[in-house]
């Protein structure tokens, strides 16, 4: 079964530094790995994926992550972060072989950036 | 990026009735659509898996009976509650996958409050 664990229930920040959410994951076969971002009483958003390829990806908003094999980790950064960036952050797996469709998610980490 | 709608954002159902979610895909075909609930400060939790054409595959504990699945066409699932009571009461998000790749897009979701 494929998992996805987020460490951190809450990541403080002061705008202008940066900022790290941290994900790892586990699952049968080669990742597909995501992000997204919810803010309060709305959807998710789709942040940046992993696929295949380079292992840092760069996404919306300034965002970037990094896959790590070897750690089965793949943690969101930014080098700057804004007070906007405050929201509800969920890593996601999904299997590249198996599993059909499903992602799994991640408990979340409430990110707070503050001036 | 694909745009995932659902409607509508919010409904308020006295207790025994049914009530209707619709997620349309704006701009590409869905053969397959995802229903999540979310419960509040928690992550998604996968209801069933929405198949064009065919019945929806459910996740375990979820009553099929109770929570309607209609996926009748490529751009439109519904989700339909029915008899619904106070503890059906939450977030309820829907989410397709992009044909062309390998992104999983959210609708904006739909509140559901049963009195």
């Known amino acids: 079964a494929q998992s996805v664990a987020q460490p951190e229930d809450q990541v403080n920040v002061a705008e202008g530094n940066p900022l790290t959410v941290k994900c790892t994951y586990s699952v049968s076969g080669n990742p597909y790995l995501f992000w997204y971002v919810q803010y309060p009483n709305r959807g998710l958003q789709f942040l940046l994926k992993?696929?295949?390829?380079?292992?840092l990806v760069k996404g919306s908003y300034g965002f970037e992550a990094e896959f790590n094999k070897s750690q089965t980790s793949f943690h969101l950064k930014k080098p700057s972060a804004l007070v906007s960036d405050s929201a509800l952050y969920f890593c996601?797996?999904?299997?590249?072989?198996?599993?059909?469709?499903?992602?799994?998610f991640g408990t979340g980490t409430q990110l707070k950036v503050e001036l | 990026g694909a745009v995932v709608s659902q409607h509508p954002s919010r409904v308020i159902c006295k207790s025994g009735t049914s009530v209707k979610i619709e997620c349309r895909s704006l701009?590409?075909?869905?053969?397959?659509m995802f229903w999540y609930r979310q419960f509040p400060k928690q992550s998604l939790m996968l209801m069933a898996t929405s198949n064009e054409g065919s019945k929806a595959t459910y996740e375990q504990g979820v009553e099929k009976d109770k929570f309607l699945i209609n996926h009748a066409s490529l751009t439109l699932s519904t989700l339909t509650v029915t008899s619904a009571h106070p503890e059906d009461s939450s977030f309820y998000i829907c989410?397709?996958?992009?044909?062309?790749?390998?992104?999983?897009?959210f609708g904006e979701g739909s509140w559901l409050t049963v009195v």
């Open positions: 701009d590409f075909q869905a053969t397959t």
């Open positions: 989410s397709a996958r992009d044909p062309g790749g390998h992104t999983i897009y």
């Open positions: 992993y696929i295949t390829g380079d292992n």
């Open positions: 996601a797996v999904r299997a590249f072989t198996g599993g059909g469709n499903k992602l799994t």
